[in-house]
Structures are given as structure tokens and as C-alpha cells.
């Protein structure tokens, strides 16, 4: 079994193979090859690759081919890039493989985002008589997307980077993204400073009477000895000093200033679309529906058993944001 050649090429061994055995046979490959041999293999699984990269990551190189036409493309990952991904238990275990038999990736911070934006997108291609070939992956928050991102610009994936307005208050993760993107910071650090200063103002004090009033009235609710967490968490909220930047996650743009704070918002929007990232004008994904409460999957699970139709204008706006992506 493949001890007597030093070179093979290997056609679509995940052939009739359910997922499970596609990924066996990629383990298989990689224990069967000595160091003095080497294997060309073609592929459409992603469960071959990761077998593969379970017991040889160190000799893995990926080759995404393109074809457009009569015209083929080469993009080749280079193993020591990948293996930034491989380490990290959560990308390694998400299906980010499969964005290299995908016509486009949509990058999101969080799965339930992955599952409402995918419906959306597949509502309007169905509407333009199309079929998506969009795949969605999710990083588990917006920190690692610096990480992912140049792995997929480097095998030539076409990405969209889909952001919660809160992105903005964490100045090196913002310019993490905007850089893997091949983005230049000089280029929009005019504006982000522009927009940070109309919204550094705020209330900067907490009236005691107000606190005092609030708190008299929960404990007036119950006769309970001790105060629940649900409690504690309420006094605790009456505590804090919002500001126009925590404020932004929940009602998005609407948050700055008019004057040159909107203008210079207009200007870093446009920038950041010519790189492919995209900020959700409303704060974050359920801002976009109010009518339900909630947050994450639950939220998502009871506005699709809620609205079945995607023509209803409860969805205009999302739908306008997806199809503002130009996918």
C-alpha cells in the first residue's frame, strides 16, 4: 500500500465514501507516506484535507484551483500560514475547510449570525432565479477573524468580513481586521478619530436619588431574604456610566453625531466595503428584527417560526445589508 513509489497522484479518494470515511481515508494517506514520499492529491472534501492534517500537518500544502472560462487559477497556502488555524481547538473543529470549494466566504463573528444571514442571502438569490454557492463560517467573536482571514485572501477566496458595530470600540482589533484585509489604518485613521470624537461625550455622573429610588422600589418587589443574581445584575446596570459607545450595540449608527462625525462615517463605510468588511448599520444582527426579544440562536430559532415570509417587510432591512455585500 503505497510503499514502492516515491511520487502518487491521487484522484478523489473521498469517491462513495460517506464524511466519517473520507476522513479515515485522509488519515490513512498521511500514516501510509514515509518522509521519502510524496502524494498530489485532488479533492472536493474537506473531511480528506482534515484527516490529512491530523496526523501530518507539518506536510501539508494546499493548492485551491479556480477556473474561469477555459482559464485555470493557483493559489497555493503555504503550511506554516495554516498552521496558525490548525492550533487554534475551535477553528480547527469548524468548517472553514469547506470555504475552499466555495465561490465566496461570509466571515461572521458568531453562528447564530452565520444561520440568519445565510437564509437571507438564499431568499435573494431564489428571488434572481440563482443558487448560492456562498459558504458561512463563524470565528467565535470578531478577535480571531485577524487570524482566518489572510488564510483565505492567500488561497484567493472571495470574503466578506460581516462586523457588530461594537468592532470600532476596540481600536487594535478594528485595525487587526482592516490590516488583514490588506487594508491601510492611514488611510482611515482620520475618520475613526473624527468618529471616536463625537462619541466620547456622555453622562459622566449617576444621581443618587435616582439609584436610591430604583433600589427601594426592587426590594419594595419581593420579600425574598437574600437577593436573586437576576436582582443583583439590575443594581449593578444602575451603576455603570453608559456611553454613546456602549450604546452603539444596540441602536447602531444612529448613535453619532450629525455634522462630521456622519460625514466622516460615510467615508470609513465606503473604505471599509472596497476591503470587503462590512459593519451592521443597526448595532448587531437582532437589532435588525426589535419585535423579538432574545439574543443568539433562541432569537433566531423565533423569528423564522415567526415570520415565514422573507418578502415581509419585517426583513427589508436585512435584506438590504445582504444584498449590499454584492455576493
Not at 14 to 25: C, D, G, K, R, V
Not at 303 to 327: C, G, P
Request: proline share 3%; aromatic share 8%; with cysteine.
Amino acid at each position: 500500500m503505497l510503499d514502492r513509489y516515491c511520487i502518487h497522484l491521487i484522484d478523489e479518494p473521498e469517491s462513495f465514501l460517506h464524511p466519517p470515511q473520507a476522513n479515515i481515508m485522509g488519515r490513512i494517506i498521511g500514516e501510509l507516506l514515509t518522509n521519502e514520499q510524496q502524494a498530489f492529491i485532488a479533492t472536493h472534501s474537506q473531511d480528506v484535507i482534515k484527516g490529512l492534517l491530523d496526523v501530518c500537518p507539518d506536510r501539508v500544502k494546499i493548492v485551491r484551483i479556480m477556473r474561469v472560462e477555459d482559464v485555470n487559477s493557483f493559489s497555493i497556502l503555504e503550511n506554516e500560514k495554516f498552521n496558525e488555524i490548525w492550533k487554534d481547538p475551535l477553528l480547527k473543529h469548524s468548517s472553514i475547510m469547506d470555504s475552499l470549494f466555495s465561490s465566496s466566504t461570509v466571515l461572521c463573528e458568531a453562528d447564530s449570525d452565520c444561520r440568519m444571514y445565510s437564509v437571507i442571502l438564499s431568499h435573494l438569490k431564489q428571488k434572481a432565479g440563482k443558487y448560492s454557492e456562498t459558504h458561512f463560517i463563524h470565528c467565535g467573536g470578531e478577535h480571531k477573524m485577524s487570524k482566518v482571514i489572510p488564510a483565505l485572501k492567500s488561497l484567493n477566496v472571495d470574503v466578506r468580513i460581516i462586523l457588530d458595530c461594537d468592532v470600532m470600540n476596540d481600536v487594535n482589533v478594528f485595525k487587526g481586521i482592516i490590516g488583514s484585509c490588506d487594508g491601510d489604518w492611514n488611510n482611515l485613521e482620520r475618520d475613526y478619530k473624527v468618529i471616536s470624537s463625537g462619541l466620547s461625550g456622555g453622562r459622566d455622573h449617576i444621581h443618587r436619588e435616582d439609584v436610591r429610588r430604583f433600589v427601594n422600589n426592587l426590594l419594595d418587589k419581593s420579600d425574598a431574604p437574600s437577593l436573586s443574581k437576576e436582582e443583583i445584575g439590575k443594581i449593578t446596570s444602575q451603576l455603570k456610566i453608559p456611553t454613546k459607545w456602549s450604546q452603539m450595540k444596540f441602536v447602531g449608527f444612529s448613535v453619532i453625531p450629525s455634522g462630521n462625525s456622519s460625514t466622516s462615517l460615510n467615508n470609513l463605510i465606503d473604505k471599509l466595503k472596497e476591503l470587503g468588511i462590512f459593519i451592521v448599520p443597526c448595532g448587531e444582527l437582532e437589532q435588525f428584527i426589535k419585535e423579538v426579544g432574545g439574543h443568539g440562536p433562541e432569537w433566531v430559532n423565533e423569528v423564522l417560526e415567526k415570520y415565514t415570509d422573507f418578502d415581509d417587510d419585517i426583513f427589508k432591512n436585512i435584506r438590504e445589508f445582504v444584498a449590499s455585500w454584492n455576493i
